[in-house]
């Protein structure tokens, strides 16, 4: 959204009926990206999750932005949206966000989000052959360096950051320091649970890790031979679940709900051997 500050904002989750976000690019006169649709210049900014702004001047519709920009895409963005379609996944399951469908100019990467359970699969299927195609390749050992050491302080010291960036297999990387990452959603009320559990830290194997690509992340985790849904809306951890994976994780749990929520800094995930 632009809020009524002309500041962007994006989205990230709902939690008890208030909205949640993060301020990514700040009105500032000496910044240096200009914005035509405002006819300012920003500064990208790294701020927490927060609550949002409930007043706003604009909101933007990735897909109908995607749907209307197709056609000016070219190069290696051009080719990524020809493998996806490829692969089966059509047009009105594809959208564009982040800061390109801001107004922006393209500076490193194009942001795509994914919509549908089904086309998730789908891309996880051919997710080779889209590199293939587009003359890309996973992310890079030195991609991950780079990314650790930028949101490492962001995290709990106790997270094993560093191999959940690894286990990015979505993610195009089209050069040093560029990669994109695919937002996959499959419930676009991106709901998250209240935080009424208490923190605990426990072990747990996981069911089901697919989804933990999908913003919010989730997946399903067995505990004390009981299924608990495993949520976070960290986004640097991109698929950090796989199937079978022992975890020792530290979260906010209801065993009621049978729900664990990863949401604070006081939140972490370790890999057991």
Same mark, same amino acid.
């Given at each position: 959204i632009l809020d009524n500050e002309?500041?962007?904002?994006?989205?990230?989750?709902?939690?008890?009926?208030?909205?949640y976000g993060k301020l990514v690019y700040k009105v500032?006169?000496?910044?240096?990206r200009f914005n035509p649709v405002t006819n300012l210049y920003y500064e990208k900014i790294y701020e927490p999750i927060i609550k949002m702004p409930t007043? +706003? &001047?604009?909101h933007f519709e990735p897909r109908k932005f995607y749907i209307e920009h197709k056609k000016y895409l070219d190069g290696v963005w051009k080719k990524y949206v020809e493998a996806l379609n490829i692969i089966?996944?059509?047009?009105?399951?594809?959208?564009?966000?982040?800061s390109y469908l801001l107004g922006f100019e393209i500076e490193k990467d194009v942001d795509f989000i994914i919509y549908k359970m089904d086309n998730l699969r789908k891309y996880y299927d051919n997710a080779t052959f889209i590199k293939?195609?587009?003359?890309?390749?996973?992310?890079?050992?030195?991609?991950?360096?780079?990314?650790?050491?930028? +949101? &490492?302080d962001g995290y709990h010291p106790e997270t094993d950051l560093e191999k959940i960036l690894s286990r990015n297999w979505s993610g195009i990387q089209i050069g040093p320091g560029k990669l994109s990452t695919p937002r996959f959603i499959i419930d676009e009320n991106h709901l998250l649970p209240s935080l009424n559990g208490k923190d605990e830290e426990i072990n747990c194997t996981v069911i089901s890790g697919l989804t933990s690509a999908c913003y919010p992340r989730y997946t399903n985790v067995l505990y004390n031979n009981m299924e608990y849904k495993m949520i976070t809306p960290f986004w640097m951890y991109q698929s950090f679940a796989c199937d079978n994976d022992h975890l020792m994780i530290c979260g906010n749990i209801n065993h009621e709900t049978k729900t664990i929520l990863l949401q604070t800094k006081d939140h972490y995930i370790k890999y057991l051997k």
């Amino acid at each position: 959204i632009l809020d009524n500050e002309n500041n962007f904002w994006i989205v990230s989750h709902i939690q008890d009926d208030i909205i949640y976000g993060k301020l990514v690019y700040k009105v500032n006169k000496s910044g240096n990206r200009f914005n035509p649709v405002t006819n300012l210049y920003y500064e990208k900014i790294y701020e927490p999750i927060i609550k949002m702004p409930t007043e +706003y &001047k604009e909101h933007f519709e990735p897909r109908k932005f995607y749907i209307e920009h197709k056609k000016y895409l070219d190069g290696v963005w051009k080719k990524y949206v020809e493998a996806l379609n490829i692969i089966g996944i059509p047009d009105d399951c594809i959208g564009i966000f982040g800061s390109y469908l801001l107004g922006f100019e393209i500076e490193k990467d194009v942001d795509f989000i994914i919509y549908k359970m089904d086309n998730l699969r789908k891309y996880y299927d051919n997710a080779t052959f889209i590199k293939e195609y587009t003359k890309t390749s996973f992310i890079t050992k030195n991609h991950i360096d780079y990314q650790y050491k930028k +949101y &490492k302080d962001g995290y709990h010291p106790e997270t094993d950051l560093e191999k959940i960036l690894s286990r990015n297999w979505s993610g195009i990387q089209i050069g040093p320091g560029k990669l994109s990452t695919p937002r996959f959603i499959i419930d676009e009320n991106h709901l998250l649970p209240s935080l009424n559990g208490k923190d605990e830290e426990i072990n747990c194997t996981v069911i089901s890790g697919l989804t933990s690509a999908c913003y919010p992340r989730y997946t399903n985790v067995l505990y004390n031979n009981m299924e608990y849904k495993m949520i976070t809306p960290f986004w640097m951890y991109q698929s950090f679940a796989c199937d079978n994976d022992h975890l020792m994780i530290c979260g906010n749990i209801n065993h009621e709900t049978k729900t664990i929520l990863l949401q604070t800094k006081d939140h972490y995930i370790k890999y057991l051997k």
